[in-house]
């Protein structure tokens, strides 16, 4: 991690602040720090900020020019709205897909020949457990994770032989104000991230970052009804 440089989006709250901060401490040369709103991205000489909306194409595009010495991506921005498939608002289940899917699909697309071009790299998409069992209160952004899941797979597929390694996160509950207001165990944003580090580091193509992604995980390779279900009862 001490040479390589670092794209991070989403990086001023939550987990994205939260890999910032777990890169610094690895001694990571630099990192692109990118958001919509920069407030709350991480002080360090190290870390340069961008503003970047991951669903507009024309910033998309600076971004992939200023930050051509990238080697590793971080495609943590995402939204979610509270949605559910049959009765919530369209336009918020569209949101969720065109952020969480086709705007982390734009990013990749723009740095695959960036990563390519400096001898390979990384990319690690955020992705969650509800890519493996819906929750019924927020299926647009189910749908927009499980897109986003094998979107990940297929991109692993084409540049596999270019030295450039995918990974998919899949946590559970982690203490982000996305889902605050949910009264349930969550885990460490701060722990989340170092783990997420530890599984690139160690070469994992699925990282599950916390407990209630591992219990999960195990759950789904069980049975995968049985994850289906206890996450449609949350």
């Known amino acids: 991690m001490q040479e390589a440089t670092a794209l991070v989006t989403g990086a001023n709250r939550g987990i994205g602040r939260a890999i910032v901060g777990a890169l610094l401490e690895r001694g990571i040369k630099k990192v692109y720090a990118t958001a919509r709103d920069a407030a709350g991205v991480a002080a360090d000489p190290r870390v340069?900020?961008?503003?970047?909306?991951?669903?507009?194409?024309?910033?998309?595009?600076?971004?992939?020019?200023?930050?051509g010495d990238v080697t590793l991506l971080v495609n943590n921005g995402g939204s979610l709205e509270f949605a559910d498939l049959l009765a919530g608002d369209l336009a918020a289940i569209e949101t969720d897909l065109r952020t969480n899917y086709l705007g982390t699909l734009a990013v990749t697309r723009a740095f695959v020949p960036v990563l390519r071009a400096n001898g390979g790299g990384a990319i690690?998409?955020?992705l969650s457990l509800v890519a493996l069992g819906a929750v019924r209160g927020m299926g647009g952004y189910s749908v927009s994770k499980a897109a986003a899941a094998s979107m990940t797979q297929a991109v692993r597929a084409q540049v596999a032989g270019l030295g450039i390694t995918v990974h998919g996160v899949f946590p559970g509950a982690v203490d982000t104000d996305m889902i605050r207001a949910f009264d349930m165990?969550?885990?460490?944003?701060?722990?989340?991230?170092?783990t997420i580090l530890d599984g690139v580091?160690?070469?994992?193509?699925?990282?599950?970052?916390?407990?209630?992604?591992?219990?999960?995980?195990?759950t789904w390779r069980t049975d995968p009804k049985i994850l289906e279900r206890q996450m449609a009862a949350i």
């Open 48 to 67: 340069l900020v961008l503003r970047l909306d991951i669903t507009d194409a024309e910033q998309v595009a600076a971004a992939a020019s200023i930050a």
């Open 185 to 194: 165990p969550k885990a460490d944003p701060a722990d989340v991230a170092r």
């Open 201 to 218: 580091e160690a070469g994992a193509e699925d990282i599950f970052p916390d407990p209630m992604a591992r219990d999960g995980h195990r």
């Open 124 to 126: 690690v998409n955020m």
